[in-house]
Nanobody
Framework: VQLQASGGGLVQAGGSLRLSCAAS????????MGWYRQAPGKQRELVAA???????NYVDFVKGRFTISRDNAKNTVYLQMNGLQPEDTAVYYC??????????????WGQGTQVTVSS
């Protein structure tokens, strides 16, 4: 299974970015999909997650600013980020939990995409 993330970049404070992460390969079905981030010198942390049924979960620091969604037909998860602040600067990683055709449940990480917010 491969994950291809895109959409990061440099934006001014208050701006917006939309991240995408497409999964491909030996996928029977996808369970949860999510986004994590890791700032320099800090641990990787959950940002948002969405279940196969569309139930979403956000950490407090992004509630009201970020929106996670998924397109099951495209095996793709999105993160719409509005009102970006310098403290949102980090490498953002997508995370996907899948059921493979060989009846295994596996978790995969994308390669990471840099988001930089200038003040």
């Amino acid at each position: 299974v491969q994950l291809q993330a895109s959409g990061g970049g440099l934006v001014q404070a208050g701006g917006s970015l939309r991240l995408s992460c497409a999964a491909s390969g030996s996928i029977f079905s996808i369970n949860s999909m999510g986004w994590y981030r890791q700032a320099p010198g800090k641990q990787r942390e959950l940002v948002a997650a969405i279940t196969s049924g569309g139930i979403v979960n956000y950490v407090d620091f992004v509630k009201g600013r970020f929106t996670i969604s998924r397109d099951n037909a495209k095996n793709t998860v999105y993160l719409q980020m509005n009102g970006l602040q310098p403290e949102d600067t980090a490498v953002y990683y997508c995370n996907v939990n899948v059921n493979t055709w060989s009846r295994q449940v596996r978790t995969y990480w994308g390669q990471g995409t840099q988001v930089t917010v200038s003040s």
